[in-house]
Structure formats: C-alpha cells, structure tokens
C-alpha cells in the first residue's frame, strides 16, 4: 500500500510526526493494519522515545473511542 511506503519514507528520515500523523488519519480506513504498523514503529523507537510516548496516547485515544 502506497501510504505504508510513504510512512515508511517519513519514518527513516525521522519524519515522526509525519509518518504517525499520517497513519492516524487513516486509521478508520484500515484499523487492524494500520496499528500494527504504528505498533512496528513504536517498537523500532523504543518505550522511551518522545514520538512513541506522544503517539501511543494518540492511538489509545482512537482505539478506546
């Protein structure tokens, strides 16, 4: 899927915001998919890291709606 090339692109650029903002718009679209990406990503990044910390609210915000 073209958005997941996109987002990958984003990503190792550390285009963060860019590649999670990205995943999170087209959550409905595709839910199950598009989380284990965002999860890909998150584990790449580590629990730590600001992005993970931020966007792992963000996604428990749509996934608890």
């Known amino acids: ?3 997941f090339e ?3 692109s984003y990503f190792s650029a550390e285009e963060y915001e ?3 903002s990205l995943l999170l718009e087209n959550y409905s679209s595709n839910k ?3 989380k284990e990406k965002i999860l890909e990503f998150f584990e790449a990044l580590g629990n730590e890291h600001e992005a993970t910390k931020t966007y ?3 996604l ?3 996934l608890f709606k």
């Open 56 to 58: 792992r609210k963000k």
């Open 60 to 62: 428990s915000s749509l």
């Open 32 to 34: 199950e998919v598009i």
């Open 1 to 3: 899927k073209i958005l």
């Open 6 to 8: 996109v987002c990958e």
């Open 18 to 20: 860019k590649a999670f």
